[in-house]
């Protein structure tokens, strides 16, 4: 594919994360209110959410968008982990005129000096147009690997949240409120046993409980530890 052509169509309406089916924990709580708060205000804002992989970053981007698309108004979210390779003039060119653009995965440009001068441009351009832009990135803009000094300094000046990472208890939370969400049932024990033999990761979870809803839907089976063995070849 030549990368200088439209990139977009595959990347507009992937939006699978909303709001009523993100589980708020009582640690991200207030992050969620304000979140929501800033579109039902409709503030002109630059936001920028960090946090460790999995902490519910991508999940609140596609909520935000989705949450501005029923109000109205035109939103784009790109995960720049798999649009890096692109040439970033024209990813940015093709949402240039989007009223609310959520930037994800932030961190896997740093270092990039093409795309940090055209995101520098990008955030300039929708600056003097009041046009919010919203980020998300694995730490804090100031520990960010950005080498544009004028770059860094506009992300470190956004208003930030800080998404912090859960304990076993809230990704099995997590977990069986996203079941309850697909039409399972995820008891405790079932939960705690996927966090120990899977991972402690938060995608790796929802990627299991991907794999565990279709196997479930096929076998009509409930979920139990015996099932779940067989069906992960644990």
């Not at 995960?79 to 609310?100: A, I």
Request: charged share 25%; aromatic share 8%; with cysteine.
């Amino acid at each position: 594919m030549d990368k200088s052509q439209q990139v977009l169509p595959g990347f507009l309406n992937n939006d699978n994360g909303s709001f009523d089916s993100y589980y708020v924990s009582e640690a991200h709580r207030l992050v969620v209110q304000n979140l929501r708060r800033l579109l039902t205000d409709h503030q002109t804002d630059f936001v920028y959410l960090a946090g460790v992989s999995g902490a519910g970053k991508s999940h609140l981007l596609q909520a935000i968008c989705e949450d501005a698309s029923h109000q109205g108004i035109k939103a784009v979210y790109l995960p720049l982990s798999k649009l890096k390779d692109y040439v970033p003039e024209t990813v940015l060119d093709e949402v240039r005129e989007y009223p609310l653009v959520c930037l994800d995965d932030l961190q896997m440009i740093a270092t990039h000096s093409e795309w940090e001068v055209a995101l520098f441009e990008f955030f300039n351009w929708r600056m003097d147009r009041q046009m919010p832009l919203y980020f998300a990135a694995d730490k804090p803009a100031s520990l960010l690997d950005i080498e544009l000094a004028d770059l860094k300094s506009r992300l470190a000046a956004c208003l930030s949240f800080q998404l912090t990472q859960l304990d076993d208890d809230g990704k099995a939370a997590v977990m069986q409120y996203r079941a309850m969400h697909r039409g399972m049932q995820l008891n405790d024990a079932c939960a705690h046993f996927i966090i120990q033999r899977s991972g402690r990761n938060m995608k790796q979870l929802m990627a299991v409980l991907e794999a565990l809803e279709q196997s479930s839907l096929v076998a009509g089976r409930k979920l139990t530890v015996p099932f779940i063995k067989s069906v992960l070849d644990w």
